[in-house]
């Protein structure tokens, strides 16, 4: 989730949607007269259809690798190593986000970027993260935490320092006031597609409910003001969150929404942004944190792509985010993505407050199956799954009791359309948590983005972590072009993870 200008985490990868047209354009001139079934048919779901097995969580435009000084509370900033962060930094904040809206948080082409992360590599090996030295040296390392915690009273007390023209302050995302201002500076000056095509929007709402989790603190919600005009230029978040690797379950934060405003990136507040979180952190006795990247750092817990999936695509080729693919019209690309008017499963309807118990044990138990995946409280998923417009849907399948059999969820992330006479906003959905036990996942699935296009929204988006590559294929997603990189501070794996043994989802 952490990404400098993701995660997280959450990224439209504006170029992978046109790989996604060209292999369904593929698959449709080869289905024919079978584009003609029925799609529970199509589905496997008449006869003896199996059933499927349950199913089941940024960033960016400064998206920012995570802190890469969770450690260092000791540092003076000086030295080789602060040329390595600032270096690095500065880079990321020019064009990672750019490398996300290529390719789903997808690696960069950007030759800086490429020389900056091998020129910090000598800083990160200085951390208490997995290197990738570790395999050839010693690859029986035990697991958990590389470095224990220190006493909280030991954590340094006062702020790191800024440039003297900039002041520190805590942003109240409650405040009518302070949340115009933090969404105005990531409108502005977070994620953009390389063509200055597309820009993300998180809405005053969104931002409030990915900053506003149960525990949460604003002194995690950091940000940077000029003195003189007071205009907030800066901005990085964190949040609580327990964490099972394995079956340890650990008190972390997830860090996410790093921006510095476009005019400022030459001051180098990046870094220091990074190292101020991580101060706050230490204070509240929280030694651990979980991030997401488009680059490759030391060292990546697990590597996973975004598939996208196409509901309007008159809209995304007429706005430049897909293209009509070779060999097809118009009228047979949107026949291809055509869905049917109703959802498949009887009784599936918006999750409700009384779903909240039955909703957490079914999450729960779901996810103990991944090798990472968050620990949720019902407090917790009443705030993550409770239908918001504008911000996140879940419907359900139930039974008598009041219990709950099956679960769809999916959160919004629009963006802006920069210069078109015709589409101010791109409407896209991404896959969040989703379990299915009476019906088969792609059945729900189906639902899911049958939902969605009823709610007017342009794509789907999903990565191939939980049981997702079961039906992303099937319902023609398509691959994007880049990755998505999982890390952990202070704690060791000594396998990298499969993206199917990933049930985390950072937004």
């Given at each position: ?67 890469p000084d969770l450690a ?237 999936r196409s509901l309007n ?78 911000v996140v849907s879940s ?113």
């Amino acid at each position: 989730m952490a990404s400098e200008g993701p995660s997280n985490e959450g990224a439209v990868p504006w170029g992978a949607a046109r790989a996604a047209e060209e292999a369904a354009a593929g698959q449709v001139a080869q289905e024919g007269p079978a584009e003609k079934k029925k799609w529970k048919e199509k589905l496997g779901l008449k006869g003896k259809g199996k059933k499927g097995k349950a199913s089941g969580k940024g960033t960016d435009a400064e998206a920012a690798p995570p802190p890469p000084d969770l450690a260092g509370e000791g540092s003076n900033g000086q030295g080789d190593r602060e040329k390595d962060i600032g270096k690095l930094m500065e880079a990321m904040t020019r064009t990672l986000a750019n490398a996300d809206m290529r390719g789903a948080r997808g690696v960069p082409s950007n030759k800086d970027l490429d020389a900056a992360a091998k020129a910090a590599h000598a800083f990160w090996e200085t951390q208490p993260v997995t290197q990738f030295s570790a395999e050839r040296s010693a690859p029986e390392l035990p697991e958990g935490a590389i470095q224990p915690p220190q006493k909280v009273e030991d954590v340094r007390q006062e702020p790191y320092k800024l440039p003297s023209a900039y002041e520190w302050c805590t942003c109240d995302v409650n405040d009518a006031q302070e949340i115009v201002e933090v969404y105005t500076l990531l409108t502005n000056n977070y994620v953009e597609d390389d063509d200055n095509m597309f820009r993300f929007d998180y809405s005053k709402e969104f931002l409030r409910w990915a900053l506003k989790l149960p525990g949460y603190t604003s002194q995690w919600h950091i940000g940077v003001r000029a003195k003189t005009s007071k205009k907030l230029v800066a901005f990085i978040s964190g949040v609580p969150a327990r964490i099972r690797v394995q079956s340890a379950v650990v008190r972390m934060a997830e860090i996410n929404f790093l921006c510095v405003h476009k005019k400022l990136r030459s001051k180098r507040l990046a870094p220091v942004l990074i190292r101020e979180i991580t101060r706050r952190v230490h204070l509240r006795d929280t030694w651990q944190a979980v991030y997401t990247a488009g680059v490759v750092l030391p060292k990546p817990l697990a590597t996973c792509r975004y598939w996208h999936r196409s509901l309007n695509p008159k809209k995304l080729i007429d706005v430049g985010f897909s293209r009509l693919a070779r060999n097809m019209t118009m009228a047979r690309t949107i026949k291809l993505y055509k869905l049917p008017e109703q959802p498949l499963s009887p009784g599936i309807r918006p999750m409700h407050p009384a779903d909240v118990p039955a909703v957490t044990a079914l999450v729960t138990t779901y996810l103990q199956q991944f090798a990472i995946a968050p620990v949720l409280s019902e407090e917790e998923i009443a705030h993550l799954l409770l239908p918001a417009a504008g911000v996140v849907s879940s419907y359900v399948i139930g039974g008598e009791g009041g219990r709950v059999s099956d679960l769809c969820s999916f959160y919004t992330l629009p963006s802006s359309i920069i210069g078109n006479p015709e589409h101010s906003t791109l409407k896209a959905a991404y896959s969040f948590y989703n379990v299915a036990t009476s019906v088969p996942l792609e059945q729900l699935m189906t639902d899911a983005l049958i939902l969605a296009k009823q709610d007017d929204f342009d794509v789907f988006n999903a990565l191939d972590i939980q049981h997702n590559e079961a039906f992303l294929k099937d319902l023609k997603f398509g691959p994007g072009d880049g990755f998505l990189h999982y890390y952990l501070y202070n704690w060791r794996l000594n396998k990298e993870l499969q993206p199917r043994q990933v049930g985390l989802v950072m937004l």
